[in-house]
């Protein structure tokens, strides 16, 4: 199942770039809405490789997830792997400078069922689809507006 959604951001792409490698702040981010994370890579800057185990709460359970950096392009591109039980996954983030102070920023969730109940997990998933997508496409629109306006501050 696939989730995307695109989104201009009045900034440059080096500045858009910067701030989606602020993986510290999407650490305490997570951490705020109740996940644990550990970073267990031994990278000192960012790059292939940088790896992290994350523990959240979903339908009751407490659930792991590894997430590893897989490309990095800078200031293009980034592709992140997910493994956890019974699904496996990328998330990739493409940016696209648009003029001198606009990026397209485009994000893709693609995740794969590997068991039968995680399959059947996906199916009801994709059953509400329309607004799955209604909802992800919301979501990066928030973060995008929020990503220009710290960076209009910051300027």
């Known amino acids: 199942m696939k989730l995307s ?3 201009d951001v009045a900034a440059h792409i080096d500045k858009v770039f910067a701030a989606l490698n602020d993986f510290d702040g999407f650490e305490r ?3 705020r809405r109740g996940a644990e994370v550990q970073r267990v890579d031994p990278l000192t800057q960012a790059g292939v490789g940088m790896r992290w185990k994350v523990y959240f709460k979903m339908r009751g359970r407490r659930r792991e997830m590894d997430l590893e950096l897989t490309r990095y392009d800078a200031p293009n591109e980034m592709v992140f792997d997910i493994t956890s039980a019974g699904i496996s996954g990328t998330f990739s ?4 400078a648009l003029s001198r102070t606009r990026t397209r920023m485009a994000l893709a969730l693609d995740i794969v069922p590997l068991t039968l109940s995680t399959r059947l997990f996906i199916q009801s998933l994709k059953l509400a689809k329309t607004s799955l997508t209604k909802r992800f496409k919301l979501r990066v629109a928030d973060y995008a507006k929020g ?3 710290r960076l209009e501050r910051s300027a």
Not at 93 to 96: D, G, K, S
């Open 5 to 7: 959604a695109r989104e």
């Open 29 to 31: 981010q997570a951490m």
């Open 93 to 96: 983030v493409e940016l696209l």
């Open 147 to 149: 990503l220009e306006e």
